[in-house]
């Protein structure tokens, strides 16, 4: 079983940064690929970002390109999300997410949830 546990949202003014960590539980950290994805009000959960097993690979959806960084700490066992030039567009709960294997864009293909952190940009 694995257990993810997200933190690092707030309010922050347009064009500021925010970094979320999403701190996974089990010994087997290696094995997922983790992914980051938003869901603001009435719309429906996008893909953010993702960063494969080895952390080598990173893609991220067009909307969030050149302003987020996914990254991954193997002795902290912590996926991160830096988060720069936000904008109001960019308010959402952001949620991550793992699931074995190869790197997946869609939702629907990861097995396990975090509770979700919320990100407000006021503008």
């Known amino acids: 079983q694995v257990q993810l546990v997200e933190s690092g949202g707030g309010l922050v003014q347009a064009g500021g940064s925010l970094r979320l960590s999403c701190a996974v539980s089990g010994r087997t950290f290696s094995s997922y690929t983790m992914g980051w994805f938003r869901q603001a009000p009435g719309k429906k959960r996008e893909f953010a970002a993702v960063?494969?097993?080895?952390?080598?690979?990173?893609f991220y959806a067009d909307s969030v390109k050149g302003r987020f960084t996914i990254s991954r700490d193997f002795v902290k066992n912590t996926v991160y999300l830096q988060m720069n030039s936000l904008k109001p567009e960019d308010t959402a709960v952001y949620y991550c997410?793992?699931?074995?294997?190869?790197?997946?864009?869609?939702?629907?293909?990861?097995?396990?949830w975090g509770q979700g952190t919320q990100v407000t940009v006021s503008s």
């Open positions: 997410a793992a699931v074995r294997g190869g790197i997946k864009l869609q939702s629907s293909s990861y097995d396990y």
């Open positions: 960063i494969s097993t080895s952390g080598s690979t990173t």
